[in-house]
């Protein structure tokens, strides 16, 4: 059985990955004017957040999850530094769906841009924790018994 701390993991990096499909507006007014394709960044990354996320719960692949969550988290942090350094705000436009506002963002949008940053930190530390503390040898065991 998984630590609680990985359940949580899992639980949080697969719920966010769900939320790339359930609200892509969102996610993909985070992604940068730069990038090419803001909807294949959003459905890629969604969907990796969700493999991985769940594969953390399996002891086979936990420590390959747990590295590949730190990659992505590593993969993404550019569009954080972005938004910071261009006081991007992300808000609902006329229709509801969320935009992408360069320049606008001020007070607690600004302060969140740059919270956000260090923030990654904890969530890379976290998944350093459960790829080290995650046993290799788990699940991969192949039985000599003819019995079994």
């Given at each position: 059985m998984a630590r609680r701390s990985t359940l949580a993991a899992a639980a949080f990096f697969t719920g966010a990955g769900t939320m790339h499909f359930v609200r892509p507006d969102f996610f993909e007014s985070v992604v940068p004017d730069w990038f090419p394709d803001k909807k294949l960044a959003n459905l890629g990354s969604g969907a990796v957040e969700v493999v991985l996320g769940?594969?953390?719960l399996s002891p086979r692949t936990r420590k390959l999850s747990a590295l590949g969550l730190i990659a992505l988290l590593i993969g993404v942090f550019p569009a954080n530094v972005d938004s910071a350094l261009n006081d991007v705000q992300i808000k609902p436009g006329d229709d509801g769906r969320m935009t992408r506002s360069v320049g606008t963002a001020a007070g607690p949008a600004r302060i969140a841009n740059w919270v956000r940053l260090p923030l990654q930190l904890p969530l890379i530390w976290w998944m350093w924790r459960v790829a080290k503390?995650?046993?290799?040898?788990?699940?991969?065991?192949v039985s000599n018994d003819s019995t079994a």
């Open positions: 769940v594969g953390l503390t995650a046993d290799p040898r788990s699940g991969s065991k």
